[in-house]
């Protein structure tokens, strides 16, 4: 089971009162676009979903491992795929706040072709008071046992609302679970 709209609005306000509690550990993983919600919708925006999920849109996260990581920054990438092809931005999150925001920037385009880099572009720095960010509201991992304990999901979650004020929940990918 999935979480819900009303639901996840329920967790926002929570979240945005007392903090969701995500660490990074919560959100390392490949994690594949399953819903969106424009702002202030209760329903979920099913051209635009079924568009990025036919895309096999991904957000991926990891430790930044770096020299200059310093353990407080993770390594993102967000792509989209038709095929073999595949766009891709990589660039750096950093956790800030209590809530906390998963603040990032993008600095290298790609474009691949199975695997194969065809195209590789550095990205300018983005104004540090426009950076994208990620407003973060939930997520569950299933546990060793079995489904979520609170939507009964076989498979991990996690939802969002990003700067745009738009809504996203992402699906843990298969076998990311006993990561």
């Known amino acids: 089971m999935i979480p819900e709209a009303q639901w996840l609005l329920e967790r926002e306000r929570r979240s945005r009162r007392e903090g969701s509690g995500l660490s990074q550990a919560a959100l390392i993983g490949s994690w594949r676009l399953e819903r969106i919600w424009s702002k202030g919708s209760l329903r979920p925006a099913a051209f635009g979903a079924a568009l990025l999920r036919g895309l ?69 720095a983005p104004d540090p008071l426009r950076r994208p960010f990620f407003a973060l509201i939930a997520a569950e991992r299933p546990g060793p046992g079995g489904p979520d304990s609170t939507t009964g999901a076989s498979r991990g979650w996690l939802a969002a609302r990003g700067r745009g004020g738009g809504l996203a929940l992402w699906l843990l990918e298969p076998g990311e679970a006993t990561k």
């Open 56 to 124: 096999a849109a991904r957000l991926q996260l990891a430790p930044n491992d770096g020299a200059d990581a310093g353990g407080e920054t993770m390594r993102i990438a967000n792509s989209v795929r038709l095929g073999a092809l595949e766009l891709r931005f990589d660039g750096v999150g950093r956790l800030q706040g209590r809530r906390p925001l998963l603040v990032f920037s993008f600095d290298r385009l790609r474009v691949m072709l199975g695997g194969r880099v065809l195209i590789e572009r550095p990205l300018p």
